[in-house]
């Protein structure tokens, strides 16, 4: 009996121990950490954000005089990238019912949002702003 109770112990432990290797945790998220000052969209950009939860802005950088932000969708939508260059004419925002969203902004630059993160190599001519932004040459493929 007492091999048997050793023997269903150490199968439980392993279970545990495959489980916690196996890659069952989520990735990292643009809403992962405390939002800061710097995260929310500016005033000349709310109006623009149409379909996206401004309380969940995170900025993610500035490329070509360009400041990028993503949010959460509010329902139908789950993601949404906004842009702005300081100017209510030349701010907007897209938004996408997945996790991944591309917005061509006034002037030829396109950007795209992944929740879940890049994993491939950007093409040439590209800026990555963060793992979960970045400029893409225009009018190239996905």
Known sequence: MRRWMCATAMAAMTAVVAMGLSGCVSPPSPFD???TAQDRVPTDLIPRVDGGDLSTSRYQG???GWDLYVLRGTHPFGVCLAYTDGTPERSGAACSGGTWVRAGVPGGDEFEANL???IDTPKPGGTVLSTWVRQVPRGTDR
């Open 62 to 64: 500035s490329v070509d």
């Open 116 to 118: 879940n993160g890049f």
């Open 33 to 35: 950490g405390e939002r």
